[in-house]
């Protein structure tokens, strides 16, 4: 399974702006990049994902290098409520979709 | 709208004991999966149905059966349970695994403990 590196956790003040990065030196060339988040005792719920061009959604904004081995999850003004454990992913191309979870980042937003 | 549910929220065995995690989707998603998270861990897939009639091992399916009751249910049952699977259980499902979005839809999880 494909795997990606995420630092273990990140803090950011309330309000500004949060650079979540991601290392996926293995990717394929049809491997797309998700990202989901996970709020506490909650499950996991999709945040953005994308393949080669940088993506926005009302969530978030998900920059990809060029050689596509590295990405960054950008959450534009923090708040309270997106304090939460990050998991970049790679979406194989498999029948069913399946992806494979690391460990995540997990996000301290600073009132 | 109520998405993936998944019952029960929290079950107590005794190791040797059986039972059954059902999950239900109101989505019309052909896919759906088994995820098993333990303590400061991510999510590890046990099984998934591609579609109605299908199931394939995941990362970690010993210990665990699936049944794809029909496009809307796929239940997990642990025959003998262990202390090793106590753990929180995620469902989810997505729509056609094609070049699409992707996105899983999950359940707010089922605590299981074996003691």
């Known amino acids: 399974d494909a795997k990606t590196t995420q630092p273990n956790s990140m803090e950011s003040n309330e309000e500004e702006p949060v650079h979540l990065p991601c290392n996926h030196s293995?990717?394929?060339?049809?491997?797309?990049i998700h990202w989901y988040r996970q709020l506490p005792s909650q499950g996991p719920e999709y945040v953005i994902h994308?393949?080669?061009s940088n993506v926005n959604n009302r969530m978030a904004s998900l920059a990809i290098a060029e050689d596509r081995k590295s990405s960054t999850l950008i959450l534009h003004r923090a708040t309270l409520r997106d304090a939460a454990v990050y998991y970049c992913?790679?979406?194989?191309?498999?029948?069913?979709?399946?992806?494979?979870f690391g460990t995540g980042t997990r996000l301290t937003v600073i009132p | 709208n109520a998405g993936v549910t998944q019952t029960p929220k929290f079950q107590v065995l005794k190791t040797g004991q059986s039972m059954t995690l059902q999950c239900a989707q109101d989505?019309?998603?052909?896919?759906m999966y088994w995820y098993r998270q333990d303590p400061g861990m991510g999510l590890r897939l046990i099984y998934y149905?591609?579609?109605?009639?299908?199931?394939d091992k995941g990362e970690v399916p010993n210990g665990y059966n699936v049944s794809r009751l029909n496009k809307r249910e796929f239940s997990l049952r642990l025959e003998s349970a262990a202390p090793s699977q106590t753990s929180v259980y995620f469902c989810?499902?997505?729509?056609?695994?094609?070049?699409?979005?992707?996105?899983?839809?999950f359940g707010e999880g089922s605590r299981l403990t074996v003691l």
């Open positions: 992913i790679l979406r194989v191309q498999t029948g069913a979709n399946n992806l494979f």
């Open positions: 293995t990717i394929s060339g049809t491997d797309y």
């Open positions: 989505m019309n998603h052909n896919s």
């Open positions: 994308g393949l080669t």
């Open positions: 989810a499902s997505s729509g056609t695994g094609t070049l699409g979005t992707g996105e899983l839809f």
């Open positions: 149905s591609a579609s109605e009639g299908t199931t």
